[in-house]
Structures are given as C-alpha cells and as structure tokens.
C-alpha cells in the first residue's frame, strides 16, 4: 500500500492549490480518503475526506466553501482542491487511507487511517 502526495508549494494569500495523493497497492474504491495537516507546533488536524460509499465529501468548519475533496477511480488519483488560501494554512499536509473497508462516512480521527503519504509542505505566504 503506497500514497504519495503531490503539488504544494508557496501561493500567495488568495491563491489556490491542487493537491493530488497517488495511491496503489489496494482497492481504490473500496476506501475513504481522508486529509490532514500540520503546522509549525500544532498537532496534525483532519481537513477533508471522501468516502468510499456514494463519495460523499466532508470538511473541516474553517474549510468548508474553500477546499474541494474529490477522486478519480480509473488513476487511482485522490485530490485537494485549495482556494482563497490563508497564511494560517501553512502546513505540511497528508493524505491517507481510512482503515475500515465500505465504511460509511468518514472518519476524523487519526487512528482511524492505517497508511500515510509522507506529507507535502504548502506555505501560503506573500
């Protein structure tokens, strides 16, 4: 099992970002895929996910209308949309696979994700 993320970099305030996760090595639709950052001194937070059932999306509050959570089966390819970025989302961010198989809605907490990409710094900066 393999995610890798792709895509970040430094945009200025109002700018936007694709993030993209490669994943391999297991059954892409069968999984939810969650989001998560980390800041400078702050623990690592969900940001977004989408399921695996229906591919419903689901977003931190302080995200909601500005990040865009989607996949695309047939490239086994997950994706971040970021728009309107704020220097307050600053972090290295991760994609990662939900552990439970079918599961319904997502999960948000990190115990809930067994694999990991290796993270992908964004610095919204000007």
């Known amino acids: 099992v393999s995610l890798e993320e792709s895509g970040g970099g430094l945009v200025q305030p109002g700018g936007s970002l694709r993030l993209s996760c490669a994943v391999s090595g297991f059954r892409f639709v069968n999984f939810a895929i969650g989001w998560f950052r980390e800041a400078p001194g702050r623990a690592r937070e969900w940001v977004s996910c989408i399921s695996s059932h229906e591919e419903k999306t689901f977003y931190a509050d302080s995200m909601e209308g500005r990040f865009t959570a989607s996949r695309d089966i047939a490239k086994n390819m997950a994706y971040l949309q970021m728009s309107n970025l704020k220097p307050e989302d600053t972090a290295v961010y991760y994609c990662?696979?939900?552990?439970?198989?079918w599961g319904t809605g997502c999960q948000h907490g990190r115990s809930r994700y067994d694999y990991w990409g290796q993270g992908i710094q964004v610095t919204v900066s000007s």
């Open positions: 990662a696979r939900e552990a439970t198989e």
